[in-house]
């Protein structure tokens, strides 16, 4: 049973990427993902139909757009998007998050674009 309960080291998992808008899984938890992510620009606005969404900055500065507003994140601190809300990430420079979503999460959501990501690695 033990066998199955490992560490993990998110700095050495945050080495094995180097695409942005790419995410990993790096664990799971019941039916939720833990995802790890490299993201710089600015991504596609969206919302997800029957998931909410967990955001915490592991390193590095990143924005939430919402529609009325905007959530300026820092290391350490974290957003959860309700479902249905839509929303926008965006880091002027390199940041390293951290996501949990359902299992049935698609990164983009209500849109299908250059950047969905169906198939998802796991690290």
């Given at each position: 049973m033990s066998e199955r309960v490992q560490?993990?080291?998110?700095?050495?998992?945050?080495?094995?990427?180097?695409?942005?808008?790419d995410p990993?899984?790096?664990?799971?938890?019941?039916?939720?993902?833990?995802?790890i992510a490299r993201i710089k620009g600015t991504f596609t606005w969206h919302h997800h139909e029957k998931?909410?969404?967990?955001?915490?900055?592991?390193?590095?500065?990143?924005?939430?757009e919402l529609k009325d507003q905007q959530i300026h994140l820092k290391p350490g601190e974290m957003v959860i998007i309700p479902q249905g809300v839509e929303h926008r990430p965006v880091a002027e420079t390199d940041c390293l998050i951290l996501m949990f979503e359902l299992e049935t999460t698609l990164n983009t959501g209500n849109v299908v674009n250059?950047?969905?990501?169906?198939?998802?690695?796991?690290?």
């Open positions: 560490k993990v080291n998110l700095k050495e998992k945050a080495e094995k990427i180097s695409t942005y808008w990993k899984i790096i664990g799971r938890v019941n039916q939720m993902m833990a995802k998931e909410d969404e967990l955001f915490y900055v592991i390193d590095g500065e990143m924005i939430i250059e950047y969905t990501q169906s198939d998802l690695e796991e690290i």
